[in-house]
Nanobody, 111 residues
Framework: VQLVESGGGLVQPGGSLRLSCAAS????????MSWYRQGLGKARELVAS????????YYADSVKGRFTISRDNARNTLFLQMNSLKPEDTAVYFC?????WGQGTQVTVSS
């Protein structure tokens, strides 16, 4: 199993980023997928999850209405569209498939 995140970077407050997670080594459409994040000195927290078919989603209260999780099962790719970003969204963002984790991508929200 391999999960490779991309799309992180530096953005100003109020800006947007789209994270991607390219998956391989398993039958992607049979796995629910999740995005987690870990800020400096903080515990890793669940941001959003999506079912294998993409028809059910979950969001942490802190990102509800601003972030959208989606997936393209034909391309074995998971996405996280992040809008109206705040400094408190600064963290390393990880994708997760069952017990497997990606290496993470840094998101920094700062003026």
């Amino acid at each position: 199993v391999q999960l490779v995140e991309s799309g992180g970077g530096l953005v100003q407050p109020g800006g947007s980023l789209r994270l991607s997670c390219a998956a391989s080594g398993f039958t992607f459409n049979t796995y629910a997928m999740s995005w987690y994040r870990q800020g400096l000195g903080k515990a890793r927290e669940l941001v959003a999850s999506i079912s294998g078919a993409g028809d059910s989603t979950y969001y942490a209260d802190s990102v509800k209405g601003r972030f959208t999780i989606s997936r393209d099962n034909a391309r074995n790719t998971l996405f996280l569209q992040m809008n109206s970003l705040k400094p408190e969204d600064t963290a390393v963002y990880f994708c997760k498939a069952r017990s497997y984790w990606g290496q993470g991508t840094q998101v920094t929200v700062s003026s």
